[in-house]
């Protein structure tokens, strides 16, 4: 014999069955009542859009500064990297020569013997 035979899925198939016509019985009330609410209070409905819209737009403009700051700080970090000297890439000082001329002891002539 076996044991799942024993199980009787009848009653749990009409329990779950009538709690899903009641939860949709009762949506569609509310969804009934709420329509016609809007229909019989247009500027209430429409003052609620708007407080809506503006709580959305309100929500959009932050995210997008938001994701702003963070494209801005990873380009800033970005760039700052690409500046900086990486170990086993400068074979000379040719690349800086130029940013750093007139600048500093290479072109005053303490080092290089050039006055």
Known sequence: MDWLSNID???????A?????NIWDGVSDFATGAFTWIGENPEAANLIGG????AAQG???????RDQR??????????REDRMAKPGEVSSYDSHLKTI???GLL???MITGEV
């Open 17 to 21: 069955s009538s709690a899903a016509a």
């Open 70 to 79: 963070a494209f801005e700080r990873e380009m800033y970090d970005k760039r």
């Open 9 to 15: 899925t009848g009653g749990i198939a009409d329990a």
């Open 101 to 103: 001329a007139g600048k």
């Open 59 to 65: 929500y959009m403009a932050d995210r997008q500064a």
């Open 51 to 54: 407080v809506a819209l503006g």
């Open 107 to 109: 072109s005053s002539g």
